[in-house]
């Protein structure tokens, strides 16, 4: 059994689908594809000196994603770049970089595009291009399952905003060639879920020290863009079965992720809190949900929910519909 996670950046495995990779790495092979070495990313702690030193900055994040994937049991990884190219298909940049990002609405977690994103950015790279590459490996990997974001990018990061796009068109070429297109999840959240989160982020005492230690404020009002309706969740992972794997996963990510602590054994709803650099305290669930991206799954002439009902999941993993 295989799963595929296709994400923008270094950190982005970790925090949107940990559970689910280090869930399916107990008895299947999980597998991620990496589109570019986050080269733009802010920077906390210690090495905040690299923040603006792309290459620099790239290099170290690589060492923080091999650590994470060890941690979380991941059987391979690849850059987007570091693919083959098919036949026929144009070639990507030698190196595909970060496109950056700015913070519109920093209390709600909300991302927009930088404006500044050169010519071998992601966002620059055309989509058609990168998704024929995509394409090929996923045609030669043959997962059961693939996972990205939604079509807003969980946040709105413009990098995951194009993965998203790009791993759609992938396949959707692999549909038009014939070929048995898996599943494509992403990671949601139903909106009760959302809301007694974050009130309980609000409430819970553990909670409250370590915003207090690490000087983290409370997310803003309103729901951000990966809640969706509970009737389209249908996979679940039990995230304390897994909590060590996630946590040491994103303490590898230590200039992008912050104040990570394991929650009392005897919280009833998280498993965890952390905080990115905007330093907003975000909550970890004990419950980490994922959606069919649509009947069709977002990708035309396939059917999403019949081949959903009928892949197989490794044990940790639980379909709920």
Do not use: K
């Amino acid at each position: 059994m295989r799963l595929l996670a296709v994400h923008a950046h270094p950190d982005d495995e970790t925090l949107s689908t940990g559970p689910l990779l280090a869930a399916w790495a107990r008895t299947g092979e999980a597998f991620v594809v990496s589109c570019t070495r986050g080269e733009r990313g802010e920077v906390l702690g210690p090495l905040h000196a690299l923040e603006g030193d792309g290459p620099a900055l790239a290099a170290h994040r690589t060492t923080e994603l091999a650590a994470a994937l060890a941690a979380l049991g991941v059987s391979g990884h690849a850059f987007l770049d570091a693919l083959p190219v098919p036949a026929g298909a144009r070639a990507l940049p030698a190196t595909v970089v970060d496109s950056g990002m700015r913070w519109v609405d920093v209390p709600g977690g909300t991302a927009g595009p930088a404006d500044d994103a050169g010519p071998s950015a992601f966002t620059s790279v055309p989509a058609a291009d990168a998704a024929a590459v995509l394409a090929a490996h996923v045609r030669a990997l043959a997962p059961d399952v693939v996972v990205t974001y939604d079509a807003g990018g969980g946040y709105g990061h413009p990098d995951h905003v194009r993965t998203h796009d790009v791993t759609v068109r992938a396949l959707a070429l692999l549909a038009a060639a014939g070929v048995d297109v898996p599943p494509l999840l992403c990671p949601s959240t139903p909106p009760a879920t959302d809301a007694a989160v974050r009130a309980h982020l609000a409430d819970a005492r553990w909670v409250a020290d370590v915003r207090a230690d690490h000087g983290l404020t409370l997310p803003a009002a309103g729901r951000p863009p990966a809640v969706v309706a509970e009737r389209r969740i249908v996979a679940e992972v039990d995230v304390t079965d897994v909590l060590d794997d996630v946590v040491g996963a994103l303490r590898a990510h230590a200039t992008q992720v912050t104040a990570v602590t394991a929650a009392p054994a005897s919280d009833p709803l998280l498993a965890g809190v952390l905080a990115l650099s905007n330093l907003v305290v975000m909550g970890l669930p004990r419950v980490a949900t994922y959606a069919l991206l649509g009947a069709d799954g977002g990708v035309p002439g396939t059917d999403a929910t019949a081949r959903w009902a009928s892949v197989p999941l490794a044990d940790a993993v639980r379909r709920v519909a």
